[in-house]
């Protein structure tokens, strides 16, 4: 006789085995078990008062370093949060406090900054800050003027399909690049099995020539972030879920990019920068 309950419980034993495998996967290909190692000889240094530290941009010129600050926690829970964007003055002597001043005054009321990016042009010319403003299933760009260490609110740069906007390399005043990290819609089911099953390879990059956005390149699986080389001539990106960094070449007449190289990172990349001597 056919025990239905034994083949009803091995069958759900199946499906529970299935699930811990493929979410295992995920967490796997998010970088979530790799091993970071360290490669800084600095000395670090807690600044507190603050909470979500979401990305940083360094003001050569102000000597300044500004910060978006996001308490995701409670957003999540409904709470009324407003994000902020900080400037912080390190000491060259680590025995000296750091104190954050919120410069982003003049934001937008709903400001929920995620990622920034900065332009500089010259020693004293034109610097632009261009930030991330991710609240809920709205991404927009908000660009500032940045001048002795203060922020001028200038633009506010919508684009409807773009809901997902992970990242912002500024290229001049106005143009500038995003990483959409994927075209289906953020936290819907579809969203989550193509993810699960590494299927989604729909994170794209975006250019903003100054009046228009149009897609650059594709095939990203979860686009992270970016950076553009210090002469302009080369854009990198990172992909969470395919673990990669990706290498283009950029028409700098039209901001069209060209693949040219993709190395395996082993984890997924993101926040990341280009130094002063190009590395």
Same mark, same amino acid.
């Given at each position: 006789?056919?025990?239905? &309950? ?24 998010? $970088? ?45 829970? $409904? ?92 290229? &001049? ?12 819609? &953020? ?51 990172? $992909? ?40």
């Amino acid at each position: 006789m056919i025990n239905i &309950s034994k083949i009803f419980w091995t069958f759900v034993g199946l499906i529970m085995i299935s699930l811990v495998y493929v979410w295992a996967g995920a967490f796997t290909r998010a $970088g979530e078990f790799s091993n970071i190692y360290p490669r800084f000889d600095g000395v670090c240094q807690n600044v507190a008062g603050y909470l979500g530290a979401e990305d940083m941009a360094y003001d050569s010129r102000g000597d300044q370093l500004i910060v978006a600050s996001l308490n995701r926690r409670a957003m999540a829970q $409904g709470n009324g949060v407003r994000g902020a964007l900080l400037r912080l003055r390190p000491d060259l002597d680590p025995s000296v406090p750091i104190t954050p001043v919120d410069i982003s005054n003049n934001a937008p009321t709903d400001l929920a900054p995620i990622a920034l990016g900065i332009w500089q042009y010259g020693d004293y010319g034109v610097a632009t800050l261009a930030v991330v403003n991710r609240k809920g299933s709205r991404s927009v760009i908000e660009t500032y003027g940045v001048s002795q260490g203060e922020l001028t609110h200038t633009a506010t740069i919508n684009h409807p399909p773009l809901d997902r906007i992970s990242d912002v390399a500024p290229v &001049s005043q106005q143009a500038f690049y995003v990483t959409n990290e994927s075209d289906y819609k &953020s936290g819907s089911m579809v969203s989550a099995i193509a993810q699960m099953f590494d299927k989604d390879n729909t994170g794209s990059i975006w250019y903003y020539d100054g009046s228009n956005y149009r897609k650059v390149a594709t095939g990203l699986s979860f686009a992270s972030s970016i950076a553009v080389s210090n002469d302009g001539t080369k854009v990198y990106a990172t $992909g969470i879920f395919s673990r990669n960094l990706r290498i283009y070449d950029r028409n700098l007449e039209t901001g069209d990019l060209s693949l040219a190289d993709e190395v395996f990172l082993g984890t997924g990349a993101d926040n990341i920068f280009i130094d002063d001597e190009g590395r």
